[in-house]
């Protein structure tokens, strides 16, 4: 995992998911072997965290853009003039927002490889993110069942994840109805092979609505325990944010955001009001992300 010769090297923090990176600047011009290297690792590791970073929100995209082509999120404020880059943030008064455990943006037919993510303002306790498996989560399946759920597909839906009650209405209205029709519901496989031929488990608690195979009271049953399954604490690893942490995810991995509820805004907070910053790595071309390809022929157009 380690690459001495390319100046990093990774410390895995679990047996299953997370490594920290040493030894890169990621403001600074990085080499194709590197890239190319984070990319392998990133499937492996499902998740890297780099420290003592300073990314404005330039470098910020500069860096994301080396995986592919950046993803603009359909409702989420972005940074100013970087329309790649979505701002995510809690204040009192609003709802929790991005604390259930989801994989990024699986409502289009081609889910972003990953997304790169660092916070501009901390709480004084809380925030920290919790990252799950989805690939060891379906290795510790039993055989039957994994036969089974391989053979399932499941729809994922933008007003699952972004409901009409909470989203259209109020100030976001206007965006989340622009939103609504361009992103009709679409099926993944339930399981989808990654980067380097592993497996893993593709259903989240964000975005998936229902196993399409089955009754209703059968996928709701099937997905509730797979939901519950993805969250154990053996599949997962939490990260306590410093200012200067870059984290890398991979579409192998969930997330869920923890009691991330920031002071009350007023105007000290005007530069520094975008509390966290993600540029999601959008479809690319397969001759660079060539795990991206759908692990099901029957699913038109998926790329990741
Ligand atoms: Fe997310």
Redesign the pocket.
């Known amino acids: 995992m380690n690459a001495p010769s390319l100046g990093f090297a990774v410390t895995p923090l679990t047996p299953v998911i997370g490594g920290v990176v040493t030894g890169l600047d990621l403001s600074r011009p990085l080499s194709e072997a590197v890239i190319a290297r984070l990319t392998a690792t990133v499937a492996e590791r499902h998740v890297l965290f780099f420290e003592g970073q300073t990314l404005d929100p330039a470098a910020h995209r500069r860096f994301a853009a080396r995986f592919g082509k950046l993803h603009v999120h359909p409702v989420y404020p972005h940074v100013d003039d970087i329309p790649e880059i979505t701002s995510i943030e809690t204040r009192p008064g609003d709802l929790p927002d ?1 604390d259930n455990w ?1 994989t ?1 943006v699986t409502f289009i037919e081609t889910p972003p490889f990953g997304a790169v993510l660092t916070p501009r303002t901390l709480p004084s306790s809380g925030g920290d993110t919790l990252w799950g498996s989805n690939v060891a989560a379906y290795r510790a399946l039993s055989a039957p069942l994994r036969g089974l759920l391989d053979k399932l597909t499941a729809e994922h839906s933008f007003e699952t994840g972004f409901p009409r009650s909470r989203w259209g209405a109020g100030p976001r209205k206007e965006k989340w109805e622009k939103a609504v029709a361009p992103n009709p519901p679409v099926v993944h496989p339930v399981v989808r092979t990654i980067e380097g031929g592993q497996r893993g488990l593709f259903v989240n608690s964000g975005f998936t609505a229902r196993i399409l195979e089955l009754t209703e009271k059968e996928s709701d049953a099937l997905l509730a325990f797979l939901f519950a399954h993805l969250a154990k604490p053996e599949f997962t690893v939490r990260w306590h944010w410093k200012l200067s942490d870059v984290a890398f995810l991979g579409q192998s991995a969930q ?1 869920s955001l923890r009691d991330a509820r920031l002071p009350a805004r007023d105007s000290r907070d005007a530069p520094r009001r975008h509390p966290r910053r993600q540029a999601s790595l959008g479809p690319a071309t397969s001759s660079i992300l060539p795990s991206l390809r759908p692990s099901r022929c029957s699913i038109e157009g998926e790329k990741q």
Do not use: K, L, M
Request: a negative charge.
């Open positions: 991005n989801h990024d997330h």
